[in-house]
């Protein structure tokens, strides 16, 4: 049986960092007020000369570079964005091109913070319907670029970055104890729109327009929406919390972190969280908290690592892996 085995993981982050105090004087808030009620301490912001391509390229480049492997081994990219550097062509081609990679096939997949849970499940089918062996699947962000800087309420939640890993394909048994990804569970629901969204658009107003978000709403439906997915992913791999050796959400509140592990019976030494350091990134929120568990060895060869994401639409899902 054919499956999607991890080879490596990179990141790349924004080379200017901003603090909670930073805000202070620019909108109503503190330090302290942010940190209770976020978990975020600091974000790193995209100077001018830093984009969604240049991220995504330096994330792609060490996710090969960790994995062995060249741009000539790869035969599809799949970048999870919602801050493209054009309308079109699709930021992945202008990845590909920069990687001197002229063989293949690249696009962007838009599910805004559930965006990279969506493009590593869309990798593995790809990759066991025969049509790619190894893929780069991104996910890169820079939310800066959409941020009303006059809002309190959203300016201080969202940073940029971008985060890699490289698929390959894989022989298993067809069991748990095979080594890739093994399940996954995605779901959406364009009725809750208006709580997470960006008010402008090419079709629309003609202009890139501002994050907008109720932030109640979207914590309120959090919570529920992340461990249905997850309990999905459970079911389908035949597991339960117990067996799972880390936790890997996406990094956008620290208080959704915590009640979603609490609700599913995951250990509090089991979830990976790295909101404090980059707040949400959006689609590069996950494989950024990824690449630091990586790096630093608390994910190893043989863990069974849960992903799991919410994002405007409402879209949302979860993956299971064996690293």
């Not at 932030?215 to 079911?235: L, N, P, Q, Y």
């Amino acid at each position: 049986m054919i499956r999607s085995v991890v080879r490596g993981t990179g990141a790349a982050l924004p080379r200017r960092i901003m603090k909670n105090a930073d805000f202070e004087g620019m909108v109503e808030t503190s330090d302290e007020w942010i940190a209770q009620r976020t978990g975020i301490r600091q974000r790193h912001i995209a100077a001018d000369d830093e984009t969604t391509a240049s991220l995504g390229e330096a994330a792609a480049r060490a996710a090969l570079a960790n994995a062995g492997l060249t741009p000539d081994d790869i035969d599809l990219i799949v970048l999870a964005t919602s801050t493209p550097n054009n309308t079109f062509p699709a930021t992945a081609v202008e990845i590909q091109n920069r990687l001197g990679m002229h063989h293949g096939f690249a696009f962007d997949m838009q599910a805004v913070c559930s965006g990279f849970v969506y493009a590593v499940t869309t990798a593995d089918l790809y990759i066991r319907g025969g049509l790619a062996k190894r893929v780069l699947v991104i996910g890169s962000e820079t939310f800066s670029r959409i941020l009303d800087w006059s809002d309190r309420s959203t300016c201080v939640l969202f940073g940029d970055g971008a985060g890699a890993l490289v698929l390959e394909a894989g022989e298993g048994a067809g069991t748990i104890a095979d080594h890739g990804v093994l399940a996954a569970s995605l779901r959406s629901d364009g009725v809750h729109k208006d709580k997470l969204f960006v008010d402008g658009g090419p079709s629309t107003t003609g202009t890139v327009g501002h994050l907008r978000m109720e932030g109640r709403e979207v914590f309120k439906h959090a919570v529920g929406m992340i461990t249905d997915v997850i309990e999905a992913t459970f079911s389908a791999a035949g597991i339960s919390a117990d067996d799972l050796d880390w936790f890997v959400p996406h990094q956008a509140n620290k208080r959704i972190i915590d009640a979603s592990a609490k609700k599913l019976g995951i250990a509090d030494q089991k979830v990976v969280v790295t909101v404090d350091l980059h707040g949400n990134t959006s689609a590069a929120s996950v494989p950024l908290a990824l690449s630091v568990a990586v790096a630093d060895g608390r994910i190893k060869k043989g863990d069974l690592v849960l992903l799991e994401a919410m994002g405007g639409g409402f879209t949302w899902g979860a993956v299971l892996v064996r690293w």
